[in-house]
Nanobody, 117 residues
Framework: QVQLVESGGGLVEAGGSLRLSCVASGSIFSINTMGWYVQAPGKQRELVAAVTAGGYTHYAESVKGRFTISRDNAKNTMYLQMNSLKPEDSAVYYC???????????WGQGTQVTVSS
């Protein structure tokens, strides 16, 4: 099984930046799409960004131009560079692996991002 460990969350003022990291175990990281989901209190999980093994990316409209997802397969690590943060970005951010088409079967513990006004 794949184990995922996120880090990099914290408290930041609006307009600031954070970089989230997700370290994955196993070689599955090299061939599967990975992504970041957000879950705000009382809300369902939403995909914020995804990156394929080949480096193709997807972003939610709300973060385009502000967030950048990337992966370093040699380090089994995925990143989310978050710039120009807004209070509405506040959520728990989860690292996830797509284990089947449209099925995200592996999840990290989550890291809290809080953006103050």
């Amino acid at each position: 099984q794949v184990q995922l460990v996120e880090s990099g969350g914290g408290l930041v003022e609006a307009g600031g930046s954070l970089r989230l990291s997700c370290v994955a175990s196993g070689s599955i990281f090299s061939i599967n799409t990975m992504g970041w989901y957000v879950q705000a209190p009382g809300k369902q999980r939403e995909l914020v960004a995804a990156v394929t093994a080949g480096g193709y990316t997807h972003y939610a409209e709300s973060v385009k131009g502000r967030f950048t997802i990337s992966r370093d397969n040699a380090k089994n690590t995925m990143y989310l560079q978050m710039n120009s943060l807004k209070p509405e970005d506040s959520a728990v951010y989860y690292c996830a692996v797509e284990t089947g088409l449209g099925h995200w079967g592996s999840w990290g513990q989550g890291t809290q991002v809080t953006v103050s006004s």
